[in-house]
């Protein structure tokens, strides 16, 4: 089946605790890109890759870290992380060039950081 | 500055009726526009989309209306189910391919029964 997977689903942590959320996916796309989702401010867009070891700012980079080593993984990192990187975040994966856009939607990973 | 704009956070619609779901956008280098449905507990999942070359695309009771001088897009959903209740949210890039989405805000339908 083809799926993006992101572990955990959940998470609740501490401020200054280094965390990895992980992100796969099977369908041997390109196009990888992690989105953070907060009330009244939809979905804005971290970071994101076209392929294996090229990575790019989104909208809202600050405070995180990815990599691309591979084509079907995408982590993100936050190496020191605040209260204010609590929210629900999205790992999405898609073909090259103009199918980059039909993105692939992982389950979510809620992240709490007190 | 917020280039995709879904000015209605929430729409009611009896089941049976038509939902319309509108959008705003205000780059006019954007060149394709996507609408994805969002589940409790899911990610969001692929609708339907449109190139700027075209002003109407359609998929069973999915309807995407672009009026690109106007910067608007509708979705149109005819006849409206209980299952179509979810969050729509509008989306929007531009260039070759190679930059990313925009994602509007999103409304959340509820079409009652």
């Known amino acids: 089946e083809a799926q993006v997977t992101q572990n955990p689903r959940y998470l609740i942590t501490v401020t200054g605790k280094k965390l990895t959320v992980t992100c796969s996916q099977n369908?041997?796309?390109?196009?990888m890109s992690w989105y953070r989702q907060d009330p009244g401010l939809g979905l804005r867009q971290i970071y994101y890759s076209m392929n294996v070891e090229v990575t790019d700012k989104g909208d809202v980079p600050e405070g995180y870290k990815v990599s691309r080593k591979e084509k079907r993984n995408f982590p993100l990192i936050l190496e020191s992380p605040s209260p204010n990187q609590t929210s629900l975040y999205f790992c999405a994966s898609a073909g090259g060039g103009k199918s980059s856009y039909e993105q692939y939607f992982g389950p979510g990973t809620r992240l709490t950081v007190t | 500055d917020q280039q995709v704009k879904q000015n209605s956070p929430s729409l009611s619609v009896q089941e049976g009726r038509i939902s319309i779901l509108n959008c705003d956008y205000t780059n006019s280098m954007f060149d394709y526009f996507l609408w994805y449905k969002k589940y409790p507990a899911e990610g969001p999942t692929f609708l339907i989309s449109?190139?700027?070359?075209?002003d109407k695309n359609e998929d069973g009771r999915f309807t995407v209306f672009l009026n690109k001088s106007a910067k608007h897009l509708s979705l149109h959903i005819v006849p409206s189910q209980p299952g179509d209740s979810a969050v729509y949210f509008c989306?929007?890039?531009?260039?070759?391919?190679?930059?990313?989405?925009?994602f509007g805000k999103g409304t959340r339908l509820s079409v009652i029964a």
């Open positions: 989306a929007a890039s531009g260039g070759s391919g190679n930059t990313p989405l925009v």
């Open positions: 369908m041997n796309h390109e196009y």
């Open positions: 449109i190139s700027s070359i075209k």
